[in-house]
Each structure stands twice: as structure tokens, then as C-alpha cells.
């Protein structure tokens, strides 16, 4: 079988597989206890936390791993629950959609940022945004359907000094081009595992310190009290290798291309 799908998920690297393989079968321990195994399971969370990060260029502290970037898109929106409007792109990913919907039946307004023919949203549309003033602004960086890029570090630029809060969705961009949260201008990013090599069942929301998202999941304390649960640590394990690999490939692509045309 010839597999054309990576878009939808990406098989597991072998390299991946080896870096869980110990936390699926020894080292079992729960990375809140604090006996050996715990804290073996702990310190390898907080690897992988690292590892996410330098890939995304943000702060490990500002890393909440979720089930996936469903969960991730899910946990971002939820900030909506002190926010009267949002906005969000007319091809999000429907769990973008779904979450919105939801918080318009609480009775929160809803807009829906309209996209040129080739699914670009367009400058003079976000002076618009800009007059009608949401409080949250959702808007994927790569398309999942299209493969449309849009200018998320352009369109932060301008919606941040008005304090709108902008949160994209980075999961189909996440190891086809850098990605740099501290670049993007963002609050909310979200991204995903198994796009990138790395298991299924794994994903992350990076958030600024001036916007930290309200939790989904309450009762254990976990991801700062952001996303309760014992964490499973094989598939973060697995999403931090897939980071490591993703980033140190995109590193080699751009010495490639630099070295390919000199100056």
C-alpha cells in the first residue's frame, strides 16, 4: 500500500517508538508520586515539555499538554467564558467551529471572518475585525483541507494593540514550516502530535502569561491546574521525540536551501 493520507495523520516514527517503549513497559509510574518511578516519569514529562518548546520557540512553562489538538482548540476557546464576542475564521477545523457554536448558545455574539477565493482573510477584512472588536479572534495558520497559509504574525500585529485576544490553530503547520510562537505574536497556539510523526492522543496549547486559558478538565491539578488528569506519559515521551526530530530536520532543510543558494 502506497499511504498519500499524512495530512490526516502521519505514521509513527520508528525512533518515536523507541523513546515510549520504556514508559509503555518499566517505567509505569505515576508522575505524581514522588518514589522513584514517579519522579523518573515526571523529569521525562518535563523533557518532552522542553523539547515541544524549542520547537515552537516558547517557553517550556507555557506548554499545556492536552489529548490531542482537538482538545487543544477546545481548551483555547474556552477562554470565552469571561468574553462577551468571537471571531473566528470561515475555514476553521470544525472543532474550532463546534467550540464557538457552543459558547453563541450561551448567549455569546459570534462573528465569522470571511476568506478571499483562494481562502486568504484579506487586510481590509481585519480592519473590520478591528472596528467590531471581539475579545477572542481563532484563525488556523495552515489550512487542514487547502493548505492555505495565513499571515498570523500580521494579523496578531494588528489585533493585539486593540486587546483582542488571537489564538490559531498551528496543528497542520507544525513541522512543514517553522513555527514561532514568540514570533506569531499570539496568545493561543495549539498543536498536535501525530502530524508531526508522533503518536496519536497527544497535543499541546502554548499560551502568553497575560492570557492563560480556563480549564476543561478540573480535580487533579495537573498542567498547572490547566488540564487535570494523570498525564499519559508514553504518548507526551513520544510527542517530545517527534519535536526533537521535527525540529532538528527543519534545521537541516534550511541549511540545505542556504547552502543550495549562496550569497
Known sequence: MIYFDNNATTPLDERVLDAMMPFLKTMYGNPSSVHRLGRIAKSAVESAREQVAALVDAPP????????????NNLALNSALVMEKIAIGATEHPCVFEAAKRWQKQGKALDIIPVNSVGIIEEDTIEKLIYSRPDIVSIMLANNETGTIQAIQDIAAKLTPHGICVHSDAVQALGKMPVSFRQLGVHLLSISSHKIYGPKGCGALIFDKSTPPHALIVGGGQEQ?????????????????????????????HFAVVNYYPV
Open 225 to 253: 491546574d490547566l488540564r487535570s488528569g494523570t498525564e499519559n506519559v508514553a504518548v507526551i515521551v513520544g510527542f517530545g521525540k517527534a519535536a526533537e526530530l521535527a525540529k532538528r530536520e527543519l534545521n537541516e532543510r
Open 61 to 72: 512553562a507555557q506548554i499545556i499538554f492536552t489529548s490531542g489538538g482537538t482538545e487543544a
